[in-house]
């Protein structure tokens, strides 16, 4: 069995058990490093987080690669939920927020990162088909050690292009003979959600002389405060859809502010079961199994054009504006709005995961310079994210001059909405809006009297730190009657009608992965050459299928009833994705409707029925008023809004209220694919004099097989196309992947180190996948949806990611737990793929007519890109330089900062034919970590504070980028030691209450708000016990 407690005391072990036990924190050979490191452990009998750092550092020294580590204490021990919350902490590595919590990590600027379980790849739910690791799932409370390899060891499995985390979780061997019992409880509360939250968590093991096996789980449930205010659909500007203002401005879809929370439960357990067999044989079994249940409710106003392309360039007034000094933009601080649609908007967003990763190994060291291992390794995981939500409209849709409206025969405005008999008879003659009958008894109803009757003119101002909102009191006309403002119709719940209910942009993910592998190694007795030690050998061969399938819920309406243009009977019904009161079933794939007289002629012309009948905000659902929008926007009223928690399952309300929900997919962005990987690899160990290190060669063979969907018209009612077929393609490449690491002593102290290496990575399956998508919008004077732009996301032929790695660093140790380190990297990245639009796209309209040529974006095959940077770090416990019974010795640092900076090159050019750059997406060019810590016999405390500068979103019109601006994030813990069986502990989160604050940047000191998220500060009050 791997090296563990089988030489320390009872006593001393258990004292360890609270998150300083051994860590396997060796190469991809474990098993046979772990006497070195009960070496280590024999003379390092200490706890806590000055443990914690001096493992880290040894990790560091002993380690031929450059890699960064943490261990169970640095990760149990600040408010640290998932595990990318711990890696925050990492040199050079930065990650990002959801709800507040970590969730996806990149290393040096890029999210091109691979993630193992204990030296295997890893398969996660939360990022199947993405390069990128997205953690939220994966619980820190069941990490034993987190190592972070940013210069490639030729022995690990894959490599990333900018590092490569390897998760390490218990096992037996870890733990203490006998019985061994540990856990967890507490209590968590958010300074707004204020809910009763909690997380538990608990490990139980037995060890014997041969045979061990160890449980271990974690259980959570958070509600988490998120806030949201600012644009709504994405930027765009005022002359996108074919404007000729002298002005150019942002003039987005619209604007919103939401009161969001996102409540999560999380379940994570971790086995495994090791055996001594005899003869230098033995056997290793474990399961990693997690489950995350996500709810993001969310309840807020928007005010827009309605997603009407008439009116972008009129919507929106700017009224304090400056010149940026590039073509006729300006950046705008004040806006007066014409709001065309003012309605309550209720969103949630389920998602669910699952992933279970199993792995065996049957390992061989009898003490001989011949050692083996031989592992197994299988793993499924699926993702379902399913979005429900619905629209409470406060207008009565009624005609006038620049209004959107529904009623839009110019030769008779009484002409609106328009049901079948059967529904027309639910209401009283009073809300019919004239005495046109149907041929088949259908009439025309008024969807919402005491909605209000004109656009409300209100002023947007961004000028300050969050938008501050003006106009909610101005009267307006409309079916309260005169003297009534806006405020007053947001206050009366019978002022909402639905406007829409829907279900779409849903996404379900599966995948499973096979690997299978052997390694092999020879100890020379005495130096080969006189400088080759050790050699070691592997083949191995993996197999992973994702299969991505995008839709939308559609539901059938008027089966049975009415005719189609032909007039003929319309059995079947029509399905529509919109279940809106906009929505008039007449167009050309499927119609429902009767005959009504012109209201020229008097001849007979067919009226399509509209999908929703009105409907009050509380016929179908539970409804809540909304005042509390966070301190991110100002001067908005409290309003009625649907109750998100009802599309808790979005496909079981769409069933019970429209009797089916039918996927229908997106076939642009659903696709199968297969991934084979063969690799082998050879990789000596050398050692002459002070210098030492390791060589190596991995030869990988990749072979592909892609299914695309063929991209068929426009569907009627939706947004997605028809699938009309399939097309598969194969292909397969080889990548020679030579790597070295060197180490030079200068002497007992300090260190030089030399890394280089090619690496290579698959690209994000959707690259390789994904189709064409058309995206449209409605036209209101053609009363259809146009083409707009289109996207085709996957290219089969692309190249994978690859990349020539350096690598340089100077370590100096001058202490137990203490050192200073500084390193260079430089990643010349040969291949990559990038998105460019070109103006070339013809497709036809919803009624089939092609009107317009449209921008398509593709993705291109990338070359010559760059990251280079430095990383500065200093681990310092005061104990190696003080006195011991100095109370100063207690305390100690652990601080570094990164410096990356990147660039490229955006799709436009500057007037004068000059390339216009920003840096890589996701990455900051400057990180900022310190930890501060004290510990004495019964008392810890820690401070951490991260910092990032702004790191890069998107890009705005192929030349403005959209900036996260500088953020700073502090946490802190304290615990108290009872005995040596029970600790509490105090844990704080985000204690200063950072936001997130989004910017277009149009030039070096001019920026305008784009928008932001708000993140709760957390606390939380808890136990450990063990015995």
Not at 388 to 394: E, W, Y
């Amino acid at each position: 069995m791997r090296g563990g407690y089988s030489l320390l005391g009872r006593t001393a072990a258990v004292a360890l058990l609270a998150g300083v036990s051994p860590l396997a924190l060796g190469g991809p050979a474990m098993a046979q490093q772990a006497g070195a490191q009960q070496e280590v452990l024999d003379e390092i009998i200490v706890t806590g987080v000055r443990a914690s750092q001096q493992r880290s550092v040894d990790m560091k020294r002993s380690e031929t690669s450059i890699v960064d580590a943490i261990s169970a204490e640095d990760i149990g021990k600040l408010p640290d939920v998932t595990i990318a919350d711990a890696l925050q902490r990492v040199p050079g590595i930065q990650i990002r927020r959801e709800a507040g919590e970590g969730s996806t990590v990149n290393v040096r600027g890029l999210p091109q990162v691979i993630t193992m379980l204990n030296g295997e790849q890893y398969l996660s739910a939360g990022n199947l088909g993405e390069a990128k690791p997205n953690l939220s799932d994966v619980p820190a409370q069941l990490m034993n050690a987190v190592v972070v390899y940013k210069s490639t060891d030729t022995r690990n499995a894959l490599s990333g292009i900018s590092g490569t985390i390897d998760l390490r979780t218990r096992r037996p061997s870890d733990m203490p003979e006998g019985i061994s019992l540990t856990g967890a409880l507490e209590g968590q509360r958010g300074t707004d959600t204020k809910g009763k939250d909690y997380l538990a968590n608990g490990l139980v093991s037995w060890r014997g002389d041969r045979i061990g096996a160890l449980v271990s789980a974690a259980g959570s449930k958070a509600n988490l405060g998120n806030n949201y205010s600012g644009v709504a659909g994405g930027l765009s500007g005022n002359n996108d859809w074919g404007g000729k203002a002298p002005t150019d401005f942002i003039s987005p879809h619209g604007f919103e502010s939401f009161h969001r929370e996102a409540e999560r439960k999380r379940l994570a357990v971790s086995g495994a079961f090791e055996a001594d067999l005899g003869e230098g044989f033995t056997f290793i079994a474990e399961a990693f199994y997690t489950k995350m249940d996500e709810y993001n409710r969310s309840a807020g106003l928007n005010i827009s054009n309605r997603w009407s392309g008439d009116a972008y360039g009129i919507w929106t007034k700017p009224t304090v504006s400056t010149p940026v000094g590039v073509g006729k933009w300006v950046a705008v601080n004040e806006y007066d709005i014409d709001a065309w649609w003012v309605n309550s908007f209720s969103v949630n967003r389920v998602n669910t995961s699952e992933s279970k990763n199993f792995n065996a190994e049957l390992n061989y060291d009898n003490g001989g310079p011949f050692k083996f291992e031989f592992r197994a390794m299988r793993a499924d995981a699926d993702r379902l994210s399913m979005n429900g939500q619905a629209q409470g409209d406060l207008s009565n849709w009624r005609y006038a001059d620049g209004r959107f409206n529904l009623f839009r025969d110019a030769n008779d405005r009484t002409r609106g909405t328009f049901y079948p008999k059967e529904i027309a008879d639910r209401f009283p003659a009073s809300r019919y809006t004239n005495n046109i009958v149907g041929s088949l008894g259908g009439r025309y109803v008024d969807p919402n009297p005491l909605g209000y009757g004109q656009n409300p003119q209100l002023h947007y101002n961004i000028s300050g730190g969050h938008p501050v909102w003006t106009g909610f009191d101005k009267q307006i006309s409309g079916g309260l009657g005169a003297g009534k403002t806006l405020t007053d119709y947001m206050a009366n719940k019978d002022s909402y009608a639905i406007g829409a209910f829907s279900s779409e942009g849903n996404n379900e993910a599966t995948s499973d992965l096979s690997v299978y592998r052997a390694d092999g190694h020879y100890d020379f007795e005495e130096p080969f050459l006189g400088f080759l030690n050790k050699v070691d050998v592997g083949i191995r061969r993996s197999d992973r299928s994702v299969s991505i399938e995008q839709f939308h819920l559609f539901s059938n309406f008027y089966k049975g009833q009415g005719v189609n243009m032909a007039g003929q009977p319309n059995t079947s019904g029509c399905s529509a994705q919109w279940k809106a009161i906009d929505v008039v079933m007449n167009q050309n794939q499927c119609q429902a409707g009767e005959f009504v007289p012109d209201p020229v002629t008097g001849k007979p012309v067919f009226q399509g029925y509209t999908v929703n009948a009105p409907t009050r905000l509380d016929t179908y659902n539970n409804v809540i008023w909304v005042k509390d929008l966070g301190s991110i926007t100002s001067g908005i009223p409290g309003f009625w809004a649907i109750d998100p928690r009802d599309f808790d399952d979005p496909e079981a309300f769409h069933k019970k209220v429209f009797g089916g929900a039918d996927r229908v997919i997106v076939p642009g962005q659903s696709y199968d694919v297969d991934m084979w990987e063969d690799s082998g690899y050879v990789n000596t160990h050398f050692a002459y004099g002070p210098l030492s290190g390791t060589a190596g060669l991995k030869i990988i063979r990749t072979e592909l097989q892609v299914r695309q969907n063929i991209t068929g018209e426009t569907k009627n009612y939706g947004d997605t196309n028809n699938d009309v077929g399939d097309v598969t393609s194969r292909r397969s490449y080889y990548d020679y992947l030579p790597a070295v690491n060197a180490a030079y002593d200068v002497d007992d102290n300090l260190r030089l180190r030399f890394s280089y290496s090619k690496t290579m990575q698959p690209l994000d399956l959707l690259r390789y996948g994904g189709a064409l998508k058309i995206n449209t919008a409605d036209d209101p004077k053609l009363g259809i949806r146009v083409v707009t732009s289109a996207e085709s996301a996957g290219n089969p032929e692309l190249d994978p990611w690859r990349s020539d790695n350096w690598d340089a660093a100077v370590e100096y140790y001058i202490g137990r737990a203490s050192m200073l380190n500084l390193s260079a990297f430089r990643l010349n990245i040969d291949s990559y793929v990038v998105t460019r639009t070109t103006n070339d796209g013809r497709y036809p309209d919803q009624d089939g007519v092609i009107r317009n040529t449209v921008p398509v974006t593709r993705p291109q095959q990338g070359e010559g890109g760059k990251v280079e940077g430095i990383e500065v770090g200093a681990k310092l416990s005061f104990k190696d330089f003080l006195d011991e019974g100095s109370f100063f010795s207690n305390f100690g640092l652990d601080t570094n900062y990164t410096y990356s900076p990147s660039e490229q090159t955006l799709s436009k050019k500057t007037p004068d034919g000059k390339d216009i750059t920003a840096p890589f997406d996701d990455n900051s060019k400057h990180q900022v970590n310190v930890v501060a810590w004290y510990q004495d016999d019964n008392l810890q405390a820690r401070i951490a504070y991260n910092y990032r500068s702004k790191r890069l979103q998107n890009v705005f019109d192929g030349q403005f980028p959209v900036y996260q601006q500088a953020s700073q994030y502090v946490d802190m813990n304290v615990s108290y030691a009872i005995n040596e069986n029970i600790t509490v502990y105090a844990n704080g989160s985000n204690v200063l209450g950072e936001r997130e604050d989004y910017v277009v940047e149009f030039a070096k000191g001019i920026t305008q708000y784009a928008w932001q998220n708000e993140y709760e500060p957390r606390y939380t009050l808890g136990v450990r016990f063990k015995w």
